[in-house]
């Protein structure tokens, strides 16, 4: 959050514009700091963290949109507000200023009331941003603390449940309560490491490195893992078949996640006896995977909420997947994160039931 003196970084290669714009500031009771080239407002802009930047656009090394572009790319630098003072007023350059990320234009010559006006609303914005970034920041170490103790406690009831099922003295009945308590417990487990992830994806937090990542060889492997469970249920698990091979460009540990999720789900929802299909495909560009269960369909108006985190509730409510939760979140995120996207059909097309939920991720090598 905002403490002490408001900074603001005048950038500017007039000498003469600068001490202008310094005497306007005065009353504000701000610290001015000045630059007179774009190069040096990069380095001024990085070391000293302004609360805001008063930004010509006509400079000769480099324009003023070039430095704003270059500022909400660094890390440190893109929070800033920019506001551009510009004696240009054609419709282009100022859209292109907008597009690059400036929040206001003071044009030249310089009103002292606008200059006032402009910067009271900038420093106002950082101070907002600043608040906005210490609770996104206290959020996450509050998950971090909460998923860690869980997982303790999980760990803990879930080692006690394995103990008891490799008792070969306990009767069946008792056997039968240790497996649904280890079913539970891991089902816990999944639910917190998601939580986590979906922390960590929306503050930016989680790395994500691309590269090529063959569709059909993954989605086997993650199939395998899982189709002895499905067995256990009267579930039939093809797996993918595809003459050829179609890589994405994505992150393996996030794409393996996500799969994971989704063919859990699709063993979850699929009712006995029924099937789960495993479809890889390559279309306009895009590797494709298809993952398709039986059984009843997800009402059309819950086809885009199922996705969010704060609708999960309420799509359990109203379809009775008692098993709809973070998983999805995370699968949409996790996709947005590498360049793609995921979507859900249901009734399957061509079909009166059926659950198929599609992942697209950018086609070909890195």
Not at 10 to 22: A, H
Not at 71 to 76: D, M, P, R, Y
Request: hydrophobic share 45%; proline share 5%; glycine share 6%.
């Amino acid at each position: 959050m905002m403490t002490g003196t408001p900074k603001v970084l005048i950038v500017d290669d007039e000498p003469g514009n600068v001490r202008l714009l310094e005497a306007m500031l005065t009353p504000l009771g701000v610290e001015a700091f000045t630059a007179s080239s774009g190069s040096q407002a990069l380095e001024m802009a990085a070391r000293i963290s302004p609360h805001t930047i008063l930004l010509d656009i006509s400079m000769p090394d480099m324009d003023g949109i070039e430095v704003c572009r270059r500022l909400k790319k660094g890390s440190t630098t893109r929070d800033i507000p920019i506001v551009f003072v510009t004696a240009l007023s054609d419709v282009e350059d100022h859209a292109a200023a907008v597009e690059a990320g400036g929040i206001g234009f003071i044009t030249k010559p310089v009103e002292p009331a606008l200059v006032h006006a402009s910067v009271r609303n900038a420093i106002r914005m950082k101070h907002l941003s600043d608040e906005v970034a210490e609770l996104l920041r206290q959020r996450a170490s509050l998950t971090r603390m909460l998923v860690h103790d869980m997982n303790n406690l999980l760990t803990v009831s879930l080692t006690c449940a394995q103990m008891m099922l490799s008792d070969e003295t306990l009767p069946p009945s008792l056997l039968h309560y240790a497996a649904a308590i280890e079913k539970s417990n891991k089902e816990m487990q999944q639910m917190a490491r998601s939580l986590l992830d979906v922390e960590k994806l929306e503050s930016g937090a989680m790395e994500v490195s691309l590269k090529a990542v063959k569709l059909v060889e993954l989605a086997e492997q993650r199939a395998n893992l899982l189709v002895s469970q499905a067995a256990d249920r009267g579930i039939r698990l093809e797996l993918p078949k595809l003459a050829g091979e179609v890589s994405a460009r994505a992150d393996q540990y996030l794409l393996t996640r996500v799969l994971d999720n989704l063919i859990f789900n699709a063993i979850k929802f699929c009712p006995r006896q029924g099937s789960i299909e495993i479809h890889i495909s390559e279309k306009e560009g895009m590797g494709e995977i298809a993952v398709t269960n039986d059984g009843p369909p997800v009402p059309k108006e819950f086809h885009e909420r199922i996705f969010e985190k704060f609708a999960q509730v309420e799509v359990r409510q109203a379809t009775e997947r008692k098993g709809v939760g973070l998983g999805l979140t995370f699968c949409k995120m996790a996709l947005q994160a590498m360049g793609g996207e995921i979507s859900v059909e249901s009734p399957v097309p061509g079909r009166q039931d059926g659950t198929r939920f599609v992942l697209r991720l950018p086609a070909g090598q890195i």
